[in-house]
């Protein structure tokens, strides 16, 4: 059963920036994409940014620029850099898991993710 561990939330203010961790057990990354979603209170999860099983990152435009996403194989964890953090990023980050097309891990549907973890607040201030 995969396992997904996120870590680095917190809160800072306006301008600020944080790195999200995903630690991830029994994941094997042939065939597999891996992503990272937010939610805020009363709204859709959002999908973010993925990497495919050939390792290319997508980004979504409302953080293009700010977030990026990478994944250390040795370490078994994907990282969510997020920089000049604005008030309404504030969230509950997930990273999740699945395997899937390369289409559908670019789409950043959440209903193809099939493995979650637990999720990590993040609230930046005005």
């Known amino acids: 059963q995969v396992q997904l561990a996120e870590s680095g939330g917190g809160s800072v203010e306006s301008g600020g920036f944080l790195r999200l961790s995903c630690a991830a057990s029994?994941?094997?990354?042939?065939?597999?994409?891996i992503g990272w979603f937010r939610q805020a209170p009363g709204k859709e999860r959002e999908g973010l940014a993925s990497?495919?099983?050939?390792?290319?990152?997508r980004h979504a435009d409302s953080v293009k620029g700010r977030f990026f996403v990478s994944v250390d194989i040795a370490e078994k964890t994907m990282y969510l850099q997020m920089n000049s953090l604005k008030p309404d990023n504030t969230a509950m980050y997930y990273c999740?898991?699945?395997?899937?097309?390369?289409?559908?891990?670019?789409?950043?549907?959440?209903?193809?993710?099939?493995?979650w973890g637990q999720g990590t607040q993040v609230t930046v201030s005005s």
């Open positions: 999740a898991a699945g395997e899937m097309s390369h289409d559908s891990c670019a789409r950043l549907g959440a209903s193809a993710f099939r493995y």
């Open positions: 029994k994941v094997a990354y042939a065939g597999v994409c």
């Open positions: 990497i495919d099983s050939d390792w290319r990152r």
